[in-house]
């Protein structure tokens, strides 16, 4: 029997998710089959490269979504964004030192526990993240603000500093 709330409960934000899984599919070059999040259950799941593809991105109303991993590129990309730049020459040497022998996206998860520059590199993973989920309409209502003004202030162009004496 429907009630006057079931045309409500539709409308209702029933997507779960652990924004660490999507940082780890987005490093996940290391797999060679589709990563696929269900945001129903909030289940990651690695599915085989050769395995039947009878899950489509957006299936289930939306709640099944393909993940693909970051380009190679975006190692080399960390360096030119203007969170590196704001970077004092000492951090910047932490994290160009913590990357130099990092040729897989695969290789950055382990290295986000290492001091000041491995929680900077996951940082820039999560922007990452962050902005694909924004693109999917996953940032929940809550928490668009929140993640609007992080953006914001992230995304600045400016590099310089101001020296307060």
Same mark, same amino acid.
């Given at each position: 029997?429907?009630?006057?709330?079931?045309?409500?409960?539709?409308?209702?934000?029933?997507? %779960?998710?652990?924004?660490?899984?999507?940082?780890?599919?987005?490093?996940?070059?290391?797999?060679?089959?589709?990563?696929?999040?269900?945001?129903?259950?909030?289940?990651?799941?690695?599915?085989?490269?050769?395995?039947?593809?009878? &899950?489509?991105?957006?299936?289930?109303?939306?709640?099944?979504?393909? &993940?693909?991993?970051?380009?190679?590129?975006?190692?080399?990309?960390?360096? %030119?964004?203007?969170?590196?730049?704001?970077?004092?020459?000492?951090?910047?040497?932490?994290?160009?030192?913590?990357?130099?022998?990092?040729?897989?996206?695969?290789?950055?998860?382990?290295?986000?526990?290492?001091?000041?520059?491995?929680?900077?590199?996951?940082?820039?993973?999560?922007?990452?993240?962050?902005?694909?989920?924004?693109?999917?309409?996953? &940032?929940?209502?809550?928490?668009?603000?929140?993640?609007?003004?992080?953006?914001?202030?992230?995304?600045?162009?400016?590099?310089? %500093?101001?020296?307060?004496?």
């Amino acid at each position: 029997m429907k009630t006057q709330l079931d045309q409500y409960t539709a409308l209702l934000y029933d997507h %779960k998710f652990d924004v660490d899984d999507v940082i780890f599919a987005l490093c996940g070059d290391h797999h060679h089959g589709r990563w696929l999040l269900h945001t129903r259950n909030g289940t990651l799941t690695q599915e085989p490269a050769d395995a039947p593809q009878n &899950i489509n991105d957006g299936d289930d109303h939306n709640h099944w979504h393909e &993940i693909l991993p970051l380009p190679k590129s975006f190692l080399a990309e960390m360096l %030119k964004t203007p969170a590196y730049l704001r970077l004092t020459d000492a951090e910047k040497h932490e994290v160009s030192t913590l990357l130099t022998n990092v040729k897989h996206l695969a290789a950055l998860p382990p290295l986000f526990e290492q001091g000041f520059a491995g929680g900077w590199l996951r940082e820039r993973v999560k922007d990452a993240a962050l902005k694909w989920l924004d693109g999917r309409g996953l &940032i929940p209502p809550s928490m668009k603000h929140v993640y609007r003004k992080q953006h914001a202030a992230t995304s600045a162009t400016s590099g310089a %500093k101001v020296v307060f004496e």
